[in-house]
C-alpha cells in the first residue's frame, strides 16, 4: 500500500513563504504523476500543482508564478514551495499521487495565511 507523508505546513503572514514536502512509500517513477491539491473551508478539492514522471509541470492559475512544484527523486519526494502567499491560499494541502487507475492521497497538512 503507496503511503505519502505531508509536512511543512503552519501560519504565515500574507507575503511569506513556505515549502511543503510529501514522502513517499515508493519509488515516485512508479506514479505516472504526482501534486498537490488543496480543500478550503466550504470549497471544493482544487488542483495546486502537478509533475509528471518525465518532470513536466502544470499549475493552477490561482498560484502560477507564486508555487512552484520539484521533485527530489533519490528521496522519493514531491516539494512545493510557496512564495507570496495570501490569505486566500489559507487550505489544507494534499499531496496526491496516480498509478494506472490508482489514485493516491497524504493525510494533508494545513497552511494558514494570515497576519
Known amino acids: 500500500q503507496v503511503q505519502l507523508v505531508e509536512s511543512g505546513g503552519g501560519l504565515v503572514q500574507p507575503g511569506g513563504s513556505l515549502r511543503l514536502s510529501c514522502a513517499a512509500s515508493?519509488?515516485?517513477?512508479?506514479?505516472?504523476?504526482m501534486g498537490w491539491y488543496r480543500q478550503a473551508p466550504g470549497k471544493q478539492r482544487e488542483l495546486v500543482a502537478t509533475?509528471?514522471?518525465?518532470?513536466?509541470?502544470g499549475y493552477g492559475d490561482s498560484v502560477k508564478g507564486r508555487f512552484t512544484i520539484s521533485r527530489d527523486i533519490p528521496k522519493s519526494t514531491v516539494y512545493l514551495q510557496m512564495n507570496t502567499l495570501k490569505p486566500e491560499d489559507t487550505a489544507v494541502y494534499y499531496c496526491?499521487?496516480?498509478?494506472?487507475?490508482?489514485?493516491?492521497w497524504g493525510q494533508g497538512t494545513q497552511v494558514t495565511v494570515s497576519s
Open positions: 509533475i509528471t514522471r518525465g518532470g513536466g509541470t
Open positions: 496526491n499521487a496516480q498509478s494506472g487507475f490508482s489514485n493516491y
Open positions: 515508493s519509488s515516485i517513477f512508479s506514479f505516472n504523476a
